[in-house]
């Protein structure tokens, strides 16, 4: 017997018929997402438009009130409050209540971990937390398989991990679209969601027009980073110091503010709508259509289906009581973990995994293997004065400028390192997260004083919060076969459904390249001039959960249905009107940020189904 719960809300007393948003009215719906994030919002939006009626099922809460309200956009319950999101977990699913388990070896028993790549939970998704951070993907990037074969074959010596003789030990394969075809959504989305940025990367492809918005101010760290990365030499000649394109608003667009450079971005909600979240974009035009009807506090539990074709939904509302969900389509933008997830609760009535012909539902999950490298500038960088990340470099992707080739290393050899973009970055000034938990809790006894005059002026001085600095390179991830998510045989959540098992190794593909970038970022730091520059452990070598945000794979898109799960209009090869449209689609990782490219593959499937 389970009690009827809902941690969000209360006991059962609470009333679900509050937790809707859009046309209360609507009772037929054309199509149901699962999930309003980045890939939901954006279905939800191009399907509405086209004139379809929208069942949009959201497991978290609404951090926007009013959101369905014609006129200006109402004050949100976000805030700069650490106390709300470092350790109270407003956006965060409970780890108690909803764990996963996780495991390096797919013999190993799996052990529960309340934070295995746990995305918040909220009505527009999980990027509301973001820093909002846009590149796209280049040419080279949909065609990486093929690309790096023909290297092989055309250089002698040249031997890159998980290709050629050993592409049996990675599972890379080459997207079923290009860049060509997905362009011009890349425009489209970087005008729904307001993006602000210059052409001043040599790396990324070519574009049909320019951002919709130019930068907004620098940042002091990322002016300093730059300079460094000029006077850096890699491969014969300086770095490429770039600004960073952000779903930020730089000026007033779209009827929302630009940003203060307040400096609680990263894993904050903006408090004042100059992100470019799903919520006060996308998803708000599709409920302000008249099409469309949100559910919050609504988490799908089960598809109900005959093996080939999905006629409902179960879901768990905000009480603790289930309830079905009928519609002509059904889309899955639950998160790759989540909508893999969604799949094996949803047995077919041969006992098989829905839409899993091709054995390979949960299989090529994929991370970003990030690498950070630090040190400590003398002078007070105030990190905590702008929007996360200003600027940041390309060069270490790993590609021709143009990025329409990938390139070939001369090292004691030749090689090919497909590492990823690097964000220039430092701490945001989080006095209770940085600075006050390590030294009050984290160094050891006597080093510093813990209470009194002295620890006030360790706090003030900052070492954390106002001197440390910092390179994350988004690294890509070899998609791997073992990788995977399934169910977890013995746990189970609050609901009493099998949570989400993740087997995750990392491949000597990304750890290859990790250690030929990680010496010149280092050389960057220093000629910014940091002190006491280090390496960050990397927590996938460790053998612990990977700590990336940017979950992909899963759900592989691809043009054989003996070998990927949807084909490149985003429908399950086997289940005539069940679609996927979140970053479990991607077939590769690369080395970009993703969720741009989310919103765009999602814009792209949904005009398909519309039409």
Not at 94 to 102: A, D, I, S, V, Y
Not at 247 to 259: E, K, M, Q, T, V
Request: hydrophobic share 35%; glycine share 12%.
């Amino acid at each position: 017997m389970r009690l009827a719960y809902s941690y969000r809300q209360g006991p059962r007393r609470h009333n679900p018929d509050g937790d809707v948003l859009g046309n209360r009215a609507l009772t037929r719906f054309d199509f149901c997402v699962i999930g309003s994030g980045a890939g939901g919002g954006t279905a939800a939006f191009a399907l509405t438009e086209a004139g379809k009626t929208v069942l949009v099922l959201e497991s978290g809460h609404n951090p926007f009130p009013g959101l369905d309200r014609p006129g200006p956009l109402r004050n949100t319950l976000h805030g700069n409050d650490e106390l709300k999101y470092g350790l109270r977990n407003y956006l965060q699913p409970q780890g108690l209540l909803e764990p996963r388990t996780f495991r390096t070896d797919p013999n190993a028993t799996a052990t529960v971990n309340d934070d295995v790549n746990v995305l918040p939970k909220a009505v527009g998704g999980a990027w509301q937390h973001a820093d909002c951070k846009t590149p796209r993907l280049c040419v080279a990037d949909f065609e990486i398989k093929s690309q790096v074969e023909n290297r092989i074959g055309h250089t002698p010596g040249l031997a890159v991990p998980g290709f050629g003789s050993d592409s049996g030990s990675a599972n890379f394969a080459d997207w079923p679209i290009g860049y060509a075809d997905l362009e011009p959504f890349y425009a489209e989305v970087e005008r729904l969601y307001g993006v602000q940025g210059a052409d001043d990367n040599p790396f990324q492809s070519s574009r049909s027009g320019p951002h919709p918005m130019p930068p907004g101010v620098p940042m002091y760290l990322g002016l300093l980073l730059a300079d460094a990365a000029q006077r850096t030499s890699f491969q014969g000649g300086p770095l490429h110091p770039h600004a960073f394109p952000a779903a930020i608003n730089s000026r007033f667009y779209d009827g929302r503010p630009p940003c203060v450079d307040c400096g609680f971005c990263g894993g904050f909600g903006c408090p004042s709508h100059a992100k470019g979240s799903p919520a006060v974009t996308t998803l708000r035009s599709a409920l302000l259509s008249g099409r469309c009807q949100l559910r919050f506090n609504a988490t799908a539990i089960a598809l109900v289906n005959d093996g080939g074709h999905v006629s409902a939904v179960r879901y768990v509302d905000g009480a603790g009581d289930t309830v079905l969900a009928t519609a002509d389509a059904f889309l899955l933008a639950a998160s790759p973990i989540e909508s893999a997830r969604l799949c094996f609760l949803s047995p077919t009535p041969s006992g098989g995994v829905l839409g899993n012909a091709s054995g390979q539902v949960g299989r090529n999950l994929m991370f970003h293997h990030q690498t950070r490298v630090s040190g400590f500038a003398p002078q007070r960088i105030h990190g905590q004065r702008g929007r996360a990340v200003s600027h940041g470099i390309s060069d270490f992707r790993g590609l021709e400028p143009g990025g329409e080739a990938v390139r070939v290393i001369q090292s004691g050899g030749p090689h090919v390192y497909l590492g990823g973009i690097i964000e220039f970055g430092a701490s945001q000034g989080l006095v209770i997260q940085e600075d006050g938990r390590v030294m009050a809790f984290d160094l050891p006894k006597g080093l510093v004083p813990r209470f009194g005059a002295g620890f006030k002026n360790a706090m003030r001085d900052g070492a954390l919060t106002q001197h440390l600095l910092a390179l994350i390179m988004q690294g890509e991830d070899a998609p791997q076969l073992r990788n995977r998510v399934d169910l977890d045989p013995t746990v189970k959540d609050v609901n009493g459904l099998p949570v989400a098992r993740v087997t995750y190794k990392p491949h000597p593909f990304e750890i290859a390249s990790r250690r030929f970038y990680v010496p010149v970022m280092k050389q960057i730091l220093t000629n910014a001039g940091a002190q006491r520059v280090f390496t960050a452990p990397c927590e996938t070598v460790l053998g612990q959960a990977p700590t990336s945000r940017h979950v992909l794979g899963t759900l592989r898109m691809g043009s054989d249905a003996r070998t990927s799960v949807v084909g490149a209009d985003g429908r399950f090869h086997d289940v005539d009107n069940l679609y996927a449209c979140d970053g479990s689609v991607f077939t590769t990782s690369s080395g970009w940020n993703p969720t741009l490219t989310i919103f765009a593959v999602a814009l792209r499937i949904a005009r398909t189904l519309a039409h």
